[in-house]
Nanobody, 123 residues
Framework: QVQLVESGGGLVQAGGSLRLSCAAS????????MGWFRQAPGKEREFVAT???????YSADSVKGRFTISRDNAKSTVYLQIDSLKPEDTAVYYC?????????????????WGQGTQVTVSS
């Protein structure tokens, strides 16, 4: 059974940083594309960033230059480094596995999801 467990969220002041982690189990982690999404209250889930099995990365325009996705295949973990946080970054952040390696930013293309971790940015 594939499982994804996020951690690292919390309450932080604007301008601060966080590093989110997502530990995967039950799959050959190095073979799959992993992504991060977020969902703010009252809004749809939106794409944040993805990293392919070949370590190619893609980010949403809204987070470029502030968010960095990376992976450690030895630890079966994907990370999201978030810098220069803004109040509008407040959301639940989810990691997901794209088992078809589509490389798509569409949430529907991701097969397995974590439970999410809350990030709250105060102004």
């Amino acid at each position: 059974q594939v499982q994804l467990v996020e951690s690292g969220g919390g309450l932080v002041q604007a301008g601060g940083s966080l590093r989110l982690s997502c530990a995967a189990s039950g799959l050959t982690f190095r073979s799959y594309t992993m992504g991060w999404f977020r969902q703010a209250p009252g809004k749809e889930r939106e794409f944040v960033a993805t990293i392919t099995w070949a370590r190619r990365t893609y980010s949403a325009d809204s987070v470029k230059g502030r968010f960095t996705i990376s992976r450690d295949n030895a630890k079966s973990t994907v990370y999201l480094q978030i810098d220069s946080l803004k109040p509008e970054d407040t959301a639940v952040y989810y990691c997901a596995a794209d088992l078809q390696n589509s490389g798509s930013p569409l949430a529907a293309r991701y097969d397995v999801w974590g439970q999410g971790t809350q990030v709250t940015v105060s102004s």
